[in-house]
């Protein structure tokens, strides 16, 4: 007469973060005045502190004349979208979607997937003239 038993146990680990998470570095290089016919670009490609996966960008703006700034607002929220979800550290704002005369400060908030995040702004002006 032989009895088997089978069983098993049922264990959790919680896993802790790092004691020193690595936290992003934002380097956002944008000009500060654009001409009438300028594209704008807001590069951030030089970021670091992704934690060896890639990184979540979200850019927003603030403008002058806020009904102005819905165009530049919509291109941002698209380029927030890419990528699953996770942005861009770059983004092109085409020169139609921005108003002459308009001034705009742009936030970039990057995250990594600790969760630490880091943001830096920036102020460009479209020029009423040729730059």
Request: proline share 5%.
């Amino acid at each position: 007469n032989a009895y088997a038993s089978l069983f098993a146990m049922n264990q959790s680990i919680t896993i802790l973060g790092p004691d020193k998470p690595t936290v992003p570095t934002v380097t956002f290089n944008a000009p500060q005045a654009i001409g009438v016919c300028d594209d704008l670009t807001l590069d951030a490609s030089a970021s670091q502190g992704s934690g060896g996966r890639d990184m979540t960008f979200n850019y927003t703006v603030k403008c002058s004349n806020a009904d102005a700034c819905a165009n530049v607002t919509a291109v941002l929220d698209e380029a927030n979208k890419v990528n699953g979800g996770t942005g861009t550290h770059t983004v092109m704002i085409p020169a139609s979607a921005i108003s002459k005369g308009l001034k705009m400060e742009f936030k970039l908030t990057a995250s990594n997937f600790l969760g630490e995040m880091t943001s830096r702004t920036t102020s460009v002006e479209k020029l009423g003239y040729p730059a």
